[in-house]
Protein backbone atom coordinates (compact mmCIF):
# COMPACT_ATOMS: atom_id res chain seq x y z
CA UNK A 1 0.00 0.00 0.00
CA UNK A 2 1.24 3.48 -0.90
CA UNK A 3 1.44 6.63 1.36
CA UNK A 4 -1.82 8.66 0.64
CA UNK A 5 -0.12 11.62 -1.67
CA UNK A 6 1.33 8.68 -3.74
CA UNK A 7 -1.54 7.08 -4.33
CA UNK A 8 -3.45 10.88 -5.14
CA UNK A 9 -0.17 11.00 -7.66
CA UNK A 10 -0.84 7.56 -9.08
CA UNK A 11 -3.99 8.32 -10.34
CA UNK A 12 -2.99 11.82 -11.88
CA UNK A 13 -0.25 9.96 -14.48
CA UNK A 14 -0.99 8.91 -17.61
CA UNK A 15 -0.25 5.51 -19.21
CA UNK A 16 2.90 5.48 -21.25
CA UNK A 17 4.43 8.77 -19.75
CA UNK A 18 8.09 9.31 -19.33
CA UNK A 19 8.58 10.40 -15.61
CA UNK A 20 11.41 11.77 -13.49
CA UNK A 21 10.94 11.27 -10.18
CA UNK A 22 12.72 13.54 -8.00
CA UNK A 23 13.80 12.28 -4.55
CA UNK A 24 11.95 8.60 -5.66
CA UNK A 25 12.58 7.28 -2.12
CA UNK A 26 12.79 3.54 -2.50
CA UNK A 27 10.86 4.04 -5.78
CA UNK A 28 7.65 2.38 -4.98
CA UNK A 29 5.50 5.27 -7.03
CA UNK A 30 7.57 4.79 -10.40
CA UNK A 31 7.49 0.25 -9.71
CA UNK A 32 3.85 0.91 -9.48
CA UNK A 33 3.64 3.10 -12.92
CA UNK A 34 5.77 1.02 -14.47
CA UNK A 35 3.78 -2.08 -13.71
CA UNK A 36 0.12 -0.64 -14.05
CA UNK A 37 0.36 1.61 -16.05
CA UNK A 38 3.64 1.12 -18.74
CA UNK A 39 5.56 4.19 -17.53
CA UNK A 40 8.79 5.25 -18.14
CA UNK A 41 11.79 7.09 -16.73
CA UNK A 42 14.09 7.62 -14.18
CA UNK A 43 14.13 8.26 -10.45
CA UNK A 44 16.92 10.57 -8.55
CA UNK A 45 17.65 9.89 -5.24
CA UNK A 46 20.54 10.52 -2.59
CA UNK A 47 20.21 8.18 0.03
CA UNK A 48 22.26 4.94 -0.69
CA UNK A 49 19.39 3.33 1.19
CA UNK A 50 16.79 4.48 -1.32
CA UNK A 51 18.92 3.77 -4.23
CA UNK A 52 19.48 0.19 -3.13
CA UNK A 53 15.77 -0.26 -2.69
CA UNK A 54 15.44 1.26 -6.20
CA UNK A 55 17.60 -1.40 -8.12
CA UNK A 56 15.44 -4.14 -5.65
CA UNK A 57 12.60 -3.33 -7.30
CA UNK A 58 13.77 -3.06 -10.35
CA UNK A 59 13.33 1.14 -11.34
CA UNK A 60 15.69 2.63 -12.48
CA UNK A 61 17.67 5.34 -10.59
CA UNK A 62 20.51 7.71 -10.75
CA UNK A 63 22.50 9.04 -7.38
CA UNK A 64 21.74 13.12 -7.68
CA UNK A 65 21.71 15.87 -5.34
CA UNK A 66 18.26 18.04 -6.07
CA UNK A 67 19.87 21.01 -4.90
CA UNK A 68 22.82 20.98 -8.04
CA UNK A 69 19.58 21.33 -10.11
CA UNK A 70 18.73 19.23 -13.04
CA UNK A 71 21.33 20.70 -15.99
CA UNK A 72 21.87 17.03 -17.01
CA UNK A 73 18.42 17.25 -18.44
CA UNK A 74 16.96 18.59 -21.56
CA UNK A 75 14.55 21.06 -22.21
CA UNK A 76 11.08 18.79 -22.55
CA UNK A 77 12.64 15.72 -22.38
CA UNK A 78 9.88 13.86 -20.00
CA UNK A 79 6.10 14.33 -20.25
CA UNK A 80 6.18 14.78 -16.40
CA UNK A 81 8.36 15.45 -13.44
CA UNK A 82 7.44 14.57 -10.06
CA UNK A 83 8.81 15.50 -6.33
CA UNK A 84 7.41 14.14 -3.38
CA UNK A 85 8.51 15.49 0.12
CA UNK A 86 11.34 17.09 -0.98
CA UNK A 87 10.41 20.72 -2.12
CA UNK A 88 10.85 21.73 1.66
CA UNK A 89 14.40 20.43 2.16
CA UNK A 90 15.86 22.34 -1.16
CA UNK A 91 17.81 25.71 -0.75
CA UNK A 92 16.16 27.36 -3.17
CA UNK A 93 12.58 25.36 -4.22
CA UNK A 94 11.08 28.21 -6.16
CA UNK A 95 14.23 27.87 -8.90
CA UNK A 96 13.29 23.92 -8.62
CA UNK A 97 10.20 24.69 -9.34
CA UNK A 98 11.38 26.46 -12.50
CA UNK A 99 14.08 23.79 -13.68
CA UNK A 100 10.81 20.90 -13.20
CA UNK A 101 9.21 22.68 -15.30
CA UNK A 102 11.63 23.49 -17.51
CA UNK A 103 12.25 19.69 -18.12
CA UNK A 104 8.58 18.83 -18.00
CA UNK A 105 5.36 21.04 -19.47
CA UNK A 106 3.88 19.70 -16.23
CA UNK A 107 5.18 18.77 -12.43
CA UNK A 108 3.44 17.19 -9.20
CA UNK A 109 4.96 18.67 -6.42
CA UNK A 110 3.94 17.05 -2.59
CA UNK A 111 5.17 18.82 0.63
CA UNK A 112 4.03 19.24 4.56
CA UNK A 113 1.61 22.11 4.69
CA UNK A 114 2.81 24.07 8.11
CA UNK A 115 -0.35 25.53 8.58
CA UNK A 116 -2.23 22.31 9.27
CA UNK A 117 -4.12 23.29 12.19
CA UNK A 118 -2.69 20.45 14.72
CA UNK A 119 0.88 22.13 13.84
CA UNK A 120 -1.08 25.54 14.82
CA UNK A 121 -2.37 24.32 17.89
CA UNK A 122 1.19 23.14 19.06
CA UNK A 123 3.30 25.61 18.51
CA UNK A 124 0.04 28.29 19.34
CA UNK A 125 -0.62 26.22 22.81
CA UNK A 126 2.58 24.51 23.60
CA UNK A 127 5.22 26.84 22.27
CA UNK A 128 7.31 24.75 20.75
CA UNK A 129 7.91 23.83 17.13
CA UNK A 130 5.36 20.92 16.04
CA UNK A 131 6.57 17.26 15.55
CA UNK A 132 3.95 15.11 13.68
CA UNK A 133 3.58 12.58 11.26
CA UNK A 134 4.66 14.86 8.48
CA UNK A 135 6.66 16.57 10.06
CA UNK A 136 8.85 14.29 12.14
CA UNK A 137 11.89 15.51 12.97
CA UNK A 138 12.62 18.01 16.04
CA UNK A 139 13.76 21.73 15.19
CA UNK A 140 17.50 20.88 15.76
CA UNK A 141 18.05 17.79 13.14
CA UNK A 142 15.25 18.34 10.86
CA UNK A 143 15.89 18.56 6.92
CA UNK A 144 13.25 20.75 6.42
CA UNK A 145 14.92 24.12 5.86
CA UNK A 146 11.89 26.12 3.74
CA UNK A 147 8.57 25.45 5.61
CA UNK A 148 5.29 26.19 3.72
CA UNK A 149 1.51 26.81 3.74
CA UNK A 150 -0.88 25.86 0.75
CA UNK A 151 -0.79 29.95 0.34
CA UNK A 152 1.98 30.01 -0.06
CA UNK A 153 3.11 27.61 -2.46
CA UNK A 154 -0.35 28.91 -4.82
CA UNK A 155 1.15 32.21 -3.91
CA UNK A 156 4.58 31.17 -5.60
CA UNK A 157 2.85 30.01 -8.44
CA UNK A 158 0.66 32.90 -9.47
CA UNK A 159 4.05 35.21 -9.43
CA UNK A 160 5.71 32.29 -11.90
CA UNK A 161 2.75 32.98 -13.74
CA UNK A 162 2.21 29.27 -13.60
CA UNK A 163 -1.29 27.30 -14.33
CA UNK A 164 -2.72 25.01 -10.98
CA UNK A 165 -4.06 22.00 -12.63
CA UNK A 166 -4.96 20.36 -9.69
CA UNK A 167 -4.26 20.27 -6.35
CA UNK A 168 -5.42 17.77 -3.25
CA UNK A 169 -4.39 16.93 0.49
CA UNK A 170 -3.33 14.00 2.34
CA UNK A 171 -4.33 13.75 5.79
CA UNK A 172 -2.17 11.30 7.65
CA UNK A 173 -2.75 8.32 5.91
CA UNK A 174 -5.83 8.54 3.69
CA UNK A 175 -6.63 11.48 1.29
CA UNK A 176 -8.25 14.58 2.69
CA UNK A 177 -11.82 14.90 4.76
CA UNK A 178 -14.38 16.94 2.88
CA UNK A 179 -12.75 19.85 5.50
CA UNK A 180 -9.67 19.56 4.04
CA UNK A 181 -10.81 20.00 0.77
CA UNK A 182 -12.99 22.89 1.20
CA UNK A 183 -10.33 24.72 3.78
CA UNK A 184 -6.55 23.23 2.38
CA UNK A 185 -4.55 25.73 4.04
CA UNK A 186 -6.13 24.60 7.53
CA UNK A 187 -7.06 20.61 7.62
CA UNK A 188 -4.66 19.80 4.68
CA UNK A 189 -1.65 18.04 6.47
CA UNK A 190 0.14 17.37 3.14
CA UNK A 191 -0.34 19.25 -0.25
CA UNK A 192 -0.49 17.64 -3.44
CA UNK A 193 0.14 19.92 -6.40
CA UNK A 194 -0.17 19.73 -10.38
CA UNK A 195 1.46 22.71 -12.07
CA UNK A 196 2.16 23.25 -15.38
CA UNK A 197 3.46 26.38 -17.26
CA UNK A 198 1.29 28.63 -19.69
CA UNK A 199 1.23 28.19 -23.10
Same mark, same amino acid.
Given at each position: ?27 ? @? ?10 ? +? ?7 ? +? ?6 ? +? ?6 ? @? ?6 ? =? ?11 ? @??? @? ?26 ? &? ?60 ? =? &? ?18
Amino acid at each position: MMRADLDIIYDWVPDNAHVLDLACGDGT @LLEALARDKNVS +GYGLEIDPD +GITRCISR +GVSVIEHN @LDDGLSSF =SANSYDLVIMTQA @LQA @LRRPDKMLDEMLRVAEEGIITFPNFAYW &RHRVHLGLRGYMPVSKSLPHAWYDTPNIHLSTFNDFEHLCRDKGLMIVDRAVGVGDHRGHWT =S &RLWPNLFGEIAIFRVRRRS
